[in-house]
């Protein structure tokens, strides 16, 4: 009987009081302890493991006012690594009061009712502190103006500094300074964004984290999670104590993703070392500061299903958590006339890499002012990996790559996505009129026109080009289009039939992909002899299509050669 995998679980108690399998991440108390950053700020992509950890903080440090509870929360922690780090890291547990707060529910597209929702959220940390609080207030002002806060019916301006005052009742409350935990700090930040309301919500987390972590006389330390790190200027205004660790900072690497050791040992606890190499092509591959990790998400899920069925497929479980607007602004680009960012994708989406200069501090509201930082912006949220860095005087430069075949999937599917909308817009008569008069040289230059159009990956694979003349040639409403259908012997790669059979048209189109410019008339004379070895016409012959043309295509990257099928000639021959 194996343990429970924790999917979509970022409790750290119920993760270990119900024995899920739990991959080790408390030493990050340790470091957090030894580095003694009074506020840090930690970005990582979405799924990461950012909320789990925040939980793991708040069990580890909170002094809930019961000893008994305090205990309890000490024993989740038995057997794991913070507990032989020594007793001077023992001795800080249950020590603090602690603020939590999530930012994560305030997607709403107006600022009013994300505001709203972030209030509650507000209300209800101070809720889950009433009984501290209560009785220990100095200050009748206080007392009232906390009733209000955790009733709702405060003004907004108490929101926008409820955390710093918080913390003042709180260090009241136990005579020591508290812990504050914010995660998904930039999720209102991007929602707001896209839906036009950004100056007032900066406003908003602006004086939420000024108050409370600028020159707070009663923070002891905080730990803030998202995804971008946007800069100082925009919402950390002032804060000469943030300490920043993105995913190109060395310090605590490991902690947010799976690492090599970890999957490994993963994979043995459920009998699936195995299936090592295929989790690493498709969920390895980031690297962050110093340390290789794989996407946690992603891991957990597909766990889970090899250790139902040891023969279930891999499958992109991160790319359908989220929308991918940002992968689908960067491919619309190339409809812009943006010939640079259709050679980038092409040469990544083959296997290549990409250089940018660095930009860490960047806003929603920047994003597309520029390539570098879309591409910056793809990089930090998990889109593109790390393969090199370099300095050139005050600049650094990125070395990028697409981290894996999930994320691979993610740019394919898009970009399809976008061609199948593209594919709508092209004129298709000059190339039907050129199939049916059965003019090769004209059907060459139509099918390399399209093909400049496209972005193709696959390293120009034979599985490319197929799908690519398919869904051309489905728009159109005079042919029936089967694809890889049974025919003669064999399966003809395209085949276009008139719905009827008297007085109507068959054609065969037989395609091959070459590695070699030399080679295309030899693939052409290759994929004819295919087509009269494995009779294809004469299978639609016996289905009573009297006019019948074919074609051997051969394909060189974005060159095209078409061959006519003619009986008796030397084109059959090598």
């Known amino acids: 009987m194996y343990q429970p995998l924790p999917i979509g679980v970022d409790d750290f108690e119920e993760i270990i009081a119900k024995n899920y399998y739990y991959v080790d991440k408390t030493l990050m108390i340790k470091e957090l302890l030894d580095k003694m950053g009074k506020v840090n700020l930690f970005t990582r992509p979405r799924r990461f493991g950012k909320t789990l950890n925040l939980s793991m903080l708040k069990y580890y440090f909170e002094d809930t006012g019961d000893a008994e509870l305090n205990r309890k929360h000490a024993q989740l922690f038995s057997g794991l690594a913070i507990a032989g780090a020594g007793e001077g890291y023992r001795r800080e547990m249950g020590q603090y009061p602690v603020i939590t707060l999530t930012l994560k529910s305030a997607k709403q597209n107006r600022f009013d009712m994300a505001f709203s929702l972030l209030r509650n959220a507000i209300a209800e940390e101070y809720d889950r502190h009433e009984k501290m609080v209560a009785g220990r207030l100095k200050n009748p002002e206080d007392v009232q103006r906390y009733k209000a806060i955790r009733s709702r019916c405060a003004d907004d301006a108490d929101y926008y500094e409820g955390l710093a005052f918080l913390s003042k009742c709180l260090y009241q409350a136990y005579g020591k300074k508290c812990i504050i935990l914010i995660d998904e700090y930039d999720v209102p930040l991007e929602s707001s964004y896209f839906s036009g309301c950004y100056d007032d919500m900066v ?16 923070l002891e330390f905080a730990v803030v999670t ?8 925009s919402i950390f205004t002032g804060l000469n104590n943030l300490k920043m660790c993105s995913i190109l900072d060395d310090s605590y690497g490991e902690y947010f993703g799976f690492t090599e050791q970890e999957i490994q040992d993963m994979l043995a606890a459920y009998g699936r070392e195995e299936k090592l190499e295929e989790t690493r092509r498709w969920y390895d591959g980031y690297r962050f500061g110093k340390a290789e990790v794989y996407n946690p998400w992603s891991i957990l899920n597909y766990m889970d299903a090899i250790a139902t069925n040891p023969k279930a497929f891999p499958a992109p479980y991160w790319a359908n958590t989220s929308s991918n607007d940002i992968v689908r602004s960067l491919v619309e680009r190339i409809d812009d006339g943006d010939g640079e960012m259709k050679g980038l994708l092409e040469h990544l989406m083959n296997g290549g890499t990409i250089e940018k200069p660095v930009h860490e501090d960047i806003t ?18 998990g889109y593109m990996k790390k393969v090199s860095m370099r300095q050139e005087g005050t600049k650094r430069f990125l070395t990028m790559a697409v981290p894996n075949m999930e994320v691979s999937y993610i740019y394919e599917n898009t970009i399809s996505l976008w061609f ?59 042919y029936r289009v089967l694809s890889n259908r049974e025919a003669g012997l064999g399966r003809a790669d395209i085949l276009l039939k008139t719905p009827r059979i008297r007085g109507g048209r068959a054609v065969v189109l037989e395609l091959k992909a070459v590695r070699s410019f030399r080679d295309m008339e030899k693939g052409c004379k290759a994929a004819l002899r295919q087509i009269e070895e494995q009779k294809y016409k004469e299978e639609l012959s016996q289905e009573g299509y009297i006019d019948i043309l074919a074609y051997g295509i051969c394909f060189f990257r974005k060159e095209c050669m078409v061959l006519r099928w003619e009986e008796g000639t030397s084109q059959m021959q090598e």
């Not at 602006?206 to 009663?218: D, E, I, M, V």
């Not at 998202?226 to 200027?233: D, I, Q």
């Not at 929603?364 to 949220?381: A, Q, R, V």
Request: aromatic share 18%; hydrophobic share 35%; net charge negative.
């Open 226 to 233: 998202g995804c971008l790190r946007v800069s100082r200027e």
């Open 364 to 381: 929603y509201d920047s994003i597309y002012d520029s390539e570098d930082n879309l591409w910056n912006f793809l990089f930090f949220t």
């Open 420 to 478: 199948e909308k593209k594919q709508k817009t092209f004129q298709m008569s000059p190339l039907y009129a050129a199939i049916e008069e059965g003019d090769a040289e004209a059907m060459e230059r139509e099918i390399c026109s399209f093909l400049e159009q496209t972005i193709s990956y696959f390293d120009y694979g034979e599985s490319y080009y197929h799908g690519f003349l398919a869904g051309l040639l489905g728009q159109n409403g005079k």
């Open 203 to 218: 406003a908003f987390i602006r004086s939420l984290f000024g108050s409370a972590l600028k020159t707070n006389p009663y």
